[in-house]
């Protein structure tokens, strides 16, 4: 019986946190598209794009984490793509498409950011696509070559990371809304209306 409970519970809080592991059509009525020109001048190859989606999964995973972001990518400035860890697993999003899914966008320079390191980060960011997505990483059960949405926007700087540790130190399970505390915030287009 204890088994079945765990099982249940397991399955409940997997639910409760995979606002990103949801992938759904998106409603272009709703969305920061028109703001592509303005983030472009402020967005560098390797920031991190985080996001106040448009979903119900993103409404749930707000109020789950009591934090106003729920999904998380890495900006590829080459390719002008988002990569991203959902429901689909890792893969690339046109920055415009990834923008039509966001009711708020926040773009947060990491503090490992520089030339070197934020081009390393992309390489590998997009060495992991195709990977499957982290359920249970979502509940600090860490699944290998997996990744949930902000998982993989932390381990592309791992290096860097590891090299220079932070004095506020990352914990096992990162949410989307706490991604600026390990970097500068560039852009936010403002709290959800």
Known sequence: MRKISDFILLCSVLVLFSGCAVKVGVDAN???????????NVLTHGDWLVIRG????????????????SHAAIYDANTDEAIEADG?????TALKDFLAKSQRVMV?????ANEQTRAAAVSKARDKIGLNYNYTGLIGLDTPNSFYCTQLAIDAYKEAIEASPPQNPLPHVVKPGQMYHWGRIIYDSGAVK
């Open 54 to 69: 448009i979903h119900e999964s993103d409404n749930f995973i707000a109020g789950a984490t009591n934090m106003p972001l």
């Open 30 to 40: 709703q969305t920061l598209s028109d703001s592509y020109k303005e983030l472009k």
């Open 108 to 112: 947060i320079a990491p503090i490992w």
């Open 88 to 92: 689909s697993g890792v893969h690339t």
